[in-house]
């Protein structure tokens, strides 16, 4: 009940900051065209100097630039929480995918099975978020004064494979853009520690309480700090860069949440009709509650309870498959969050300047794909996390920067929907693996 007050008060504050900074966007842009017209420059540069100016810019020394800094905080703040946040997440997730060995053939079918269902959401969003970038709906009006740094994918699109194992244990960490050698040292670890067992059950109460100390710290950036930093960022963003940037966001807004209502309604009873061979009317039945609860928390850890007495008691699920896909699906199984990263990124490419080729978007793919494993149950994560695949892919310019402020902002109701494909996607997969480990009751499932 605690999780679902949190979940609106953010989404009213997120709603609260979005309308204000639009106001106040457009009324410095009607401002700055005011001042222009009548010839008073010298007046705007007075205010955006005070409020809107990169104060790391050249010969902006006596600029304070104060919406700047309040933004350029706020996504410091996130970039020093990603290494430590995807490194302990992914850690703790191969250490719970490896406590469950004794499972044997249901872990073994539940990651496959969350593998085909996140994959499968890949192409899918890659092809839509393609289809629309060939459109020029996600390109900005005016790039030609965005200055484009050089991304990881080089001439040889082989070339990344050298970046996932780190030369220097230290360098790695303190790289937020080299987020697959993270993950790589992040399963190492985790692999280790499940050959020693409990001669690490130290590091492990370490890396939970490090996680809970993480959680903390997202909870207070995303609650406390975002709306402030979002009306900051989005105020600057229209101040100095106009109205360029509204319909590629809009754009952006309208594709994520075609492409995961369309995966919703028609991905999962596919996936229940050719995996488990049943009839997937009750599941869509029985799975609204669910989904509408995911919605309305934003969070898969918040939505566990009832999912899971959905899908034991009305879906007829053996309690010791769903007390095991569904914690795991809730940490791994992402297939929401992977639609959204993967067309996020590709939006903030195109508004920003840089070029989307095939190979991009597999390197973006593959990052999803990774990044989507070792994002927390929490409202606001799956934005956060989308800073790793940015980074990875070096869109870091401060367009770019400026794209995904505007999508942290304008977010809170995808992340809604994402969540409601999270745990969907956790439950159907719960019924695939009972029905072919003969573990699903099957007129419990059929009942009304």
Do not use: H
Request: aromatic share 8%.
């Amino acid at each position: 009940m605690n999780s679902m007050k949190n979940g609106k008060k953010l989404a009213f504050k997120m709603v609260i900051a979005l309308v204000c900074g639009l106001l106040a966007g457009f009324g410095c842009i009607m401002l700055r065209e005011n001042l222009l017209a009548s010839g008073q420059s010298g007046v705007w540069t007075t205010i955006n100097n005070i409020f809107f100016q990169d104060i790391t810019a050249e010969g902006a020394t006596q600029a304070i630039g104060i919406f700047y800094i309040i933004g350029q905080l706020f996504v410091n703040s996130l970039q020093l929480i990603i290494v430590p946040m995807v490194f302990v997440s992914i850690v703790l997730a191969i250490c719970v995918i490896t406590d469950t060995k004794k499972l044997g053939r249901i872990s073994s079918k539940t990651i496959l099975t969350f593998f085909i269902t996140t994959v499968c959401a890949l192409i899918f969003a890659g092809a839509i978020g393609s289809f629309v970038y060939s459109t020029g709906a996600f390109n900005a009006v005016d790039a030609t004064n965005i200055t484009v740094q050089q991304g990881t994918v080089g001439t040889n699109p082989l070339s990344i494979i050298l970046s996932i194992v780190p030369n220097n244990l230290i360098s790695a960490f303190s790289n937020n853009g080299g987020v697959l050698a993270i993950v790589f040292l992040a399963v190492a670890i985790g692999l280790a520690m499940n050959q020693l067992k409990e001669k690490t059950k130290t590091l492990k109460k370490l890396l939970i309480e490090l996680s809970d100390i993480i959680s903390v710290c997202l909870s207070f950036i995303i609650n406390k700090f975002a709306p402030i930093a979002i009306f900051c960022l989005l105020t600057r963003t229209f101040a100095a860069y106009g109205i360029d940037y509204l319909m590629p966001a809009l754009a952006y807004v309208v594709t994520v949440l075609i492409a995961l209502i369309i995966y919703l309604v028609v991905a999962y009873p596919i996936y229940l009709l050719t995996m488990a061979k049943m009839n997937p009317k009750p599941f869509m039945k029985k799975i609204a509650k669910v989904a509408l609860f995911g919605f309305s928390t934003s969070s898969s850890a918040a939505t566990l309870p009832l999912n899971k007495q959905t899908t034991v008691e009305e879906m007829g699920v053996s309690e010791q498959i769903a007390s095991f896909t569904l914690p795991l699906g809730m940490t791994i199984n992402m297939d929401g969050t992977a639609i959204m990263q993967v067309i996020a990124a590709i939006f903030v490419a195109a508004s920003s300047g840089y070029d989307v080729t095939f190979t991009s978007m597999a390197v973006i793919a593959v990052l999803a794909l990774i990044a989507s494993i070792g994002t927390p149950a929490a409202p606001g994560a799956g934005a956060v996390i989308l800073f790793t695949i940015l980074t990875g892919m070096g869109y870091t310019n401060d367009a770019a920067l400026l794209a995904y402020s505007l999508i942290l902002a304008i977010n809170r109701p995808i992340e809604m929907l994402v969540t409601s494909l999270n745990v969907v996607g956790d439950s159907s997969t719960s019924i695939i693996v009972a029905k072919k480990e003969k573990m699903l009751d099957e007129n419990i499932y059929n009942q009304d």
